[in-house]
Structures are given as structure tokens and as C-alpha cells.
């Protein structure tokens, strides 16, 4: 798990760990937006908050927002989030019908030249931004939910679960609510080859495809 194998720092899942407190998103929302609890929002140009209705029963966890979504304001907006649509077509689940989040909600980038390059948030980032994913897996108190890649499954349960060895399962968690494993839409599109990317693209659809059963 790239995010947190050389981190000595144990990371609690947002389920038990002290978090945010909010009667609804909304209201989560505005705290966030005022976020300082890392050093990401000095650079970014705002908080992508989840987004979503409260009555979800699915809530899916993706890494951090990117540079579109970081303009956009909105999670999932960008390449990953095309691409995540598509899948979660192909597997017929109704994107509308989910809680669309990220760990971490600040963008982390690395400046070169005109572009902004995405950088991985590290373990401290991660653990400062369980307090909203927290936050708002209370508010939402969904069904499942499903960890979209390693800084997703690293945000919920800490340590205790590779990627490799739980992609494709549903965990048990500490507050009783399933949560899917699977791999991050942008792995797919750093596939080179294409045999290997259309192999991994149906994988991730079968994955997609046990959302149904909560929905
Ligand atoms: N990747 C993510 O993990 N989240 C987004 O919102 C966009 C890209």
C-alpha cells in the first residue's frame, strides 16, 4: 500500500476515530470548505466536499481530487471520473445513486511549469482528512461502501488490509458496514498495454457489479 508502507504512523479507520459532528452534508460541507487541519489547503483553490444525497446507500471513496475537480469543485469531474462513469454504466449502477467522496479533499500537486501534476497525500494528510470522510459516513449511513484504490482502503481501515489481497471482497468494518475493495479508476488509465488494460477494465466492472445488491 504505496501511502502508507513507509509510514510509521498507524492510521485509525475514519469509522472510529474522532470526527467531524454535523447535523447534514450541507452543514459538513461549510466546515470543510475552511479546512486547515493540513497544509494542503494553502495551495489548492478550494475543498472538493463529497457529493451526493444523504440518503445514499452506497458511498464510494476515491484518493483525492485532481486538477480538474480542484477548478471544478466537484469530485470525480475529470479523466478518473469519465472513466469511473463508464465502468459504473457498464456495470449498471446508477452513479446518482451514490455518495461520491475522496480521502483526502484537498488537491496535492506538484507545480511544473504550467501544469500541476498530482501528488500522492501522505499518511499525516490521509489521517487529518478521516475527520470529514467520517464526518460524512455519519451523516450518509450508508449500506456499503467501496474503497476506490490503496489511499481510500488505507483512510477507512488503517494498516490492516492490503489492496492486493482484499481487491474484489467485501470487509467487515468496524461499524458493521461492508466495504467493497477495488482499485482506483486511474490505475486503469496508467495501463500501457491493452490487453492488460481491457483485462483490468473488466475486472474493476465485476467489482462495480456487487454494488447492486445494496443499492
Ligand atoms: N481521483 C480521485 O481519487 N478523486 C477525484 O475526485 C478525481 C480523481
Not at 41 to 54: C, D, I, L, R, W
Request: hydrophobic share 40%.
Amino acid at each position: 500500500m504505496a501511502a502508507s508502507a513507509k509510514s510509521k504512523v498507524r492510521v485509525p479507520p475514519a469509522f472510529v476515530e474522532p470526527h467531524a459532528q454535523a447535523k447534514c452534508l450541507s452543514a459538513l460541507h461549510r466546515q470543510a470548505n475552511s479546512c486547515e487541519r493540513c497544509e494542503l489547503y494553502k495551495n489548492a483553490t478550494q475543498t472538493v466536499f463529497g457529493e451526493g444525497h444523504s440518503g445514499a446507500r452506497v458511498v464510494l471513496v476515491g484518493e483525492q481530487p485532481g486538477d480538474r475537480e480542484d477548478i471544478a469543485g466537484m469530485p470525480f469531474v475529470g479523466p478518473a471520473g469519465r472513466l469511473l462513469d463508464e465502468c459504473l454504466h457498464e456495470a449498471s449502477i446508477d452513479r446518482s445513486l451514490c455518495y461520491v467522496t475522496n480521502a483526502v479533499k484537498h488537491f496535492k500537486f506538484e507545480r511544473r511549469g504550467k501544469r500541476r501534476l498530482h501528488a500522492k497525500p501522505n499518511a499525516g494528510e490521509i489521517q487529518r482528512c478521516a475527520w470529514w470522510l467520517g464526518g460524512e459516513i455519519d451523516v450518509v449511513r450508508p449500506h456499503l461502501i467501496v474503497a476506490l484504490g490503496a489511499t481510500a482502503l488505507y483512510a477507512l481501515m488503517g494498516h490492516s488490509v492490503g489492496l492486493t489481497k482484499e481487491r474484489g471482497q467485501i470487509l467487515a468494518t468496524p461499524n458493521q458496514v461492508p466495504l467493497l475493495v477495488t482499485v482506483h479508476p486511474s490505475y486503469l488509465l496508467r495501463i500501457r498495454n491493452r490487453n492488460d488494460r481491457d483485462s483490468e477494465h473488466l475486472k474493476f466492472v465485476d467489482d462495480l457489479r456487487m454494488i447492486s445488491r445494496y443499492l
